[in-house]
């Protein structure tokens, strides 16, 4: 019985073993090299032509959601118009009036028919031209109620069209994000399709990847990406006290003369690499993998796109902006679901 738990024992630590050597080898780590990109911004324009009356942001890195006002047309002229037509699309009194004009010609038709049935002798009262004017009378006030509803279906296309141009008139974003260009000001006219405000999402970017083209066959779409990114450093972080060795004043600097210079020499900066304090890391998943080859003969490089979550710092500032270099990337293949 023990010689069995052993065996059992052993079997288990083998496979055991053998799963964790066959998770290694799906999970292949592939290097690749790129730049940081937006992955999601518009441009907003206009599709009528008008005269901006407002823009709502009023400076750059304004913050708007989706479906916000961003700018306005000047509707004076467009509101009443769709006013008028409105007006003229509850107007119903020249159907009723058809309907009242087809009931009549309905009841005096009737009332000859009926006549001239009930005639016991050959001869009708009425005679037969008389009754064919009566049944043209019916067909002509029914030409006339259809007349009559189609122009009143018109009328109401007509205000239901002027509707959509006064709401035209407000443009609204269609992405939530920060404000990163205006390009207009109130007072001036513009054109359908003038770009006025360009709104870009800062919290996914897109991570433009180069790879080997001889991994081509372990890459797939959902595949986790671990990347390495420069962290950006503060303006005056080199300045003052900070400054380098070789930039700081020598102890006859404030003497007459010449001034002499430190003969400490100058440190080397500290390099942006991984596991460097001055970098960030960030995790992503691969979104599309391009169908053609990026470069000729051995250089040949796999395009690869990867959506990438992006953070903030504790003033705000996001830390992935657009041309932002890749230090290192790597792509775990095998780690889609």
């Avoid at 008028?84 to 020249?94: I, K, P, Y």
């Avoid at 000001?185 to 513009?190: I, N, Q």
């Avoid at 372990?218 to 080199?238: F, M, N, T, Y």
Wanted: no cysteine.
């Amino acid at each position: 019985m023990k010689n069995e738990i052993r065996l059992l024992i052993f079997a288990a630590a083998v496979f055991g073993a053998w799963s964790v050597a066959e998770r290694g080898e799906a999970q292949q780590r592939i290097p690749a090299t790129g730049l940081i990109e937006v992955k999601d911004q518009v441009s907003l324009s206009p599709e009528i032509a008008g005269l901006i009356v407002e823009v709502v942001p009023k400076t750059e890195g304004f913050v708007v959601k989706e479906g916000d006002v961003v700018f306005r047309l000047n509707d004076k002229v467009i509101r009443k118009e769709y006013e008028q037509a409105v007006h003229e699309a509850s107007a119903t009194f020249e159907i009723e009036f058809a309907r009242i004009a087809l009931e009549q010609a309905e009841v005096e038709l009737k009332k000859k028919q009926d006549a001239n049935a009930a005639q016991k002798t050959g001869t009708g009262v009425f005679s037969d031209s008389e009754i064919r004017k009566a049944t043209l009378d019916v067909e002509q006030q029914k030409a006339m109620l259809v007349k009559a509803e189609s122009e009143h279906k018109s009328r109401q296309l007509k205000a239901e069209a002027d509707m959509i141009r006064l709401n035209q008139t407000e443009v609204r974003s269609t992405l939530g994000g920060v404000v990163t260009q205006i390009n207009r000001l109130a007072g001036e006219s513009v054109s359908p399709g003038d770009a006025i405000i360009t709104v870009t999402d800062m919290s996914t970017m897109r991570a433009d990847l180069r790879v080997d083209y001889a991994y081509y066959g372990d890459l797939k779409v959902g595949d986790r990406v671990e990347l390495v990114v420069a962290k950006p450093k503060a303006i005056g972080q080199s300045a003052g006290i900070f400054a380098a060795p070789s930039e700081r004043p020598g102890v006859l600097d404030g003497l007459r003369g010449e001034a002499s210079r430190s003969t400490t020499p100058p440190a080397p900066s500290p390099a942006a690499t991984t596991g460097n304090a001055d970098t960030e890391r960030f995790e992503g998943t691969v979104t599309h993998i391009r169908p053609e080859l990026d470069g000729s003969g051995r250089e040949k490089k796999v395009q690869i796109y990867a959506s990438i979550p992006n953070r903030q710092d504790k003033d705000g500032r996001y830390l992935l902006l657009q041309g932002v270099e890749v230090l290192s990337a790597t792509i775990l293949s095998g780690s889609s679901k």
